[in-house]
């Protein structure tokens, strides 16, 4: 039994049953899966989970399928959260949330184990979606695991690595376009009767990627962290987590303070930083996108309105850090940490440097930075 009760438009709050296919709304935006909370539930979920794998599955009466037991389950979730010591905490408290650990070395797993099981279970035919990259992996993954057929389109540049790791697990890929809005509209096109499952696009991704908030309580012994830095493309997880700690309240297992969340961005495709610092409730599409940090290399987010009320809700920020600063910290953080360290990790290393010399993060605070990738699926 989980204990989801419907789908709400996150503009318009239209209701939907969760019984259905669904894409974007009416009004084209997000559909946000809501839940049934008492504290009489949180007390049974807290029970139970003294006894569950450390897995995201421990979670299953907040993930929405009908029959977990039947689940494809890779071992998705369950990361370590890793304590920095020396000059990489920056003389502050920081710990490293390692998601390149999860099956297919990003935490793209989470969201598309969540999305492709409950795909299979509504009958969809097949999926499609485009992706820089990890998604792209974690899809492949986990429509193999499902039985499903599923095409993917990537960006002409994308590493011949990606594309192999890709077909290896039977998908269909295709090198279109130069960004991922390109790629989506041309497979839209090819293979219309595919469920899209593009970030935000179908409701289940954000609820696998959510998991990391719920994890993020539990190792912190249900009292949340002061800061999370999250590296933003499409900004699932950055929506994901605040709803994580909402659905934990509704619960009685957190209080109703926040973790700050902080988006991070590259100078060369910012949209999401630029639109919070000029107050707006939407952003920009970033007319030229420039960054060699694929995973965001994101120039419109279909949830901008969501990451940029997720920012403000929790009294969090946005900073945008230069490619050469991201350069030094991916080669410099192994040695310095004896961890593997993605360029999209890497870039929350170096804005929260940033932060930390600003005096907007203080060092008594308790940070985190979502290490969301392993640098091996670079190529
Ligand atoms: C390693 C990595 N980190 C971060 C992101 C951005 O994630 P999101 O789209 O949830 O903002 C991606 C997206 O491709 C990624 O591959």
Redesign the pocket.
């Known amino acids: 039994m989980n204990w989801a009760t419907g789908l709400v438009c996150s503009r318009s709050g239209e209701r939907e049953r969760l019984t259905e296919l669904h894409n974007l709304s009416a009004v084209g935006a997000p559909w946000l899966v809501e839940y049934e909370l008492e504290t009489e539930r949180g007390r049974q979920l807290q029970r139970a989970l003294t006894h569950r794998p450390w897995t995201m599955w421990r979670y299953r009466e907040l993930l929405p399928l009908d029959r977990p037991e039947d689940r494809a389950d890779l071992g998705e979730g369950g990361t370590p959260l890793v304590a920095l010591s020396g000059e990489a905490a920056l003389g502050g408290r920081v710990w490293v949330k390692q ?1 390149a650990g999860n099956p297919t070395g ?3 797993a989470r ?1 598309l184990s969540m999305a492709l099981n409950r795909a299979r279970e509504l009958g969809a035919p097949g999926v499609r979606l485009p ?5 792209a992996i974690a899809a492949a993954a986990y429509a193999a695991a499902c039985g499903l057929p599923c095409r993917v389109a990537v960006p002409a540049d994308t590493p011949e690595s990606v594309i192999a790791k890709v077909r290896s697990y039977g998908a269909r890929v295709d090198a279109i376009g130069t960004t991922l809005v390109e790629s989506g509209a041309w497979l839209a096109e090819q293979a219309p009767e595919l469920l899209d499952v593009s ?1 935000l696009r179908e409701p289940y991704r954000l609820e696998g ?1 959510k998991t990391m908030g719920f994890e993020l309580a539990e190792q912190f012994g249900w009292s949340p962290p002061e800061w999370i830095l ?9 929506i994901g987590i605040p709803k994580a700690f909402d659905e934990l309240e509704a619960l009685g297992l957190v209080g109703s303070r926040r973790p700050r969340m902080v988006s991070v961005q590259m100078a060369g495709c910012a949209p999401i930083v630029k639109a919070f610092a000029e107050g707006r409730d939407d952003a920009e599409p970033w007319p030229d996108p420039r960054t060699r940090v ?3 290399r ?1 120039p419109r ?1 279909v949830g901008d309105f969501l990451i940029l009320r997720a920012l403000r809700a929790t009294g969090g920020t946005a900073v945008a850090v230069a490619e050469e600063e991201v350069e030094m910290a991916v080669r410099d953080l192994p040695s310095a940490t004896g961890l593997d360290w ?4 890497a870039a929350c290393w170096v804005a929260l440097e940033r932060l930390v010399a600003d005096g907007v993060i203080d060092r008594a605070d308790r940070v985190v930075i ?1 290490q ?2 392993h640098p091996a ?1 670079y190529g």
């Open positions: 998601e990003s935490f793209k969201g992706s820089a990259g990890n998604a970030t990627k999250y590296p933003t493309g499409g900004g699932t997880g950055l694929w995973g965001l994101v987010a993605g360029p999209e990790g979502l969301t990738g699926n």
